[in-house]
C-alpha cells in the first residue's frame, strides 16, 4: 500500500486489488453510498481494454507491452468507460475522507494509524507544497493520453483542532500528450483554494 499510495504503483495497485478482491471492494463502495466511483477489475485490465485488447481481463504483460508499443499511446478506448475504469466525483471523494480519516470504516486504532501514515507519504506532498502547520493526508493520481488527459487530488487537511477534506479533479481533452500549461494552471489553482483555506481559517 506504501507503494501504490507513494509512487503510483501499478502493479502494487493490482497486488492490493487481488487480495481485497473487486467484488469487496465495489461491495464495500456500494455500501458506503459512493456511487459515482467505479474502479476497474485491474490496472492491467484497464491500460489492457483502454488499448483495444478483446482479451483484457486475461492478457499478459507482454502481450500488453506489445499492444501498447504498436498504439504507439493511442486509445481505442475512452479513459471514462463502463467497463474498465478509474472514476469517481468530488462528492464520493470528500466523503470517503472525511469518514475513512476519522476511522469510521477501521476496527482497530493502530490500522487508522497506519492509514494515516501512509496517507500522509502521498504523492500530494510532493506535487503540493503544503504550508508549514499543515498536516496534509490524501493521494494523487493522473493520465496524459493523445486526446485525454486527467489530474486529481483528494484527501484531508489537519489544522489546529480543525479538519477540512478536499478533492480537486480536473478532465480535459487536448490532442498531445504533454500539455504543460493546462497542469501547471491546474496545480497553481490547487495551491491558491489551499492557502485560501488557510488564510480563512486564520492558521
Known sequence: MEAMTTHSDNTATDMVLKEATPKKVRQFLAAIGAKRTLI???TRALAAYLFGASNYLTITWDELVAIANQSEGILAN???NDVETFASSANDLVT??????????????????AFRR?????????LVPFPLGINAFGKAGYVDA??????????????PDRWVYFAM???????????PGTINAYFRAVRMAIQ????ALGA
Open 146 to 159: 493523445p486526446g485525454q488527459h486527467a489530474r486529481c487530488i483528494a484527501g484531508g487537511m489537519y489544522f
Open 196 to 199: 485560501a483555506v488557510r488564510d
Open 169 to 179: 479533479i480536473l478532465n480535459w481533452d487536448t490532442a498531445e500528450v504533454d500539455d
Open 96 to 113: 470517503f475522507y472525511a469518514r475513512a480519516l476519522q476511522g469510521e470504516f477501521f476496527k482497530n486504532g493502530e490500522t487508522l494509524q
Open 118 to 126: 501512509i496517507l500522509s507519504l502521498g504523492d500530494i506532498t510532493s
Open 78 to 80: 475512452p479513459l471514462l
Open 40 to 42: 476497474p477489475d485491474s
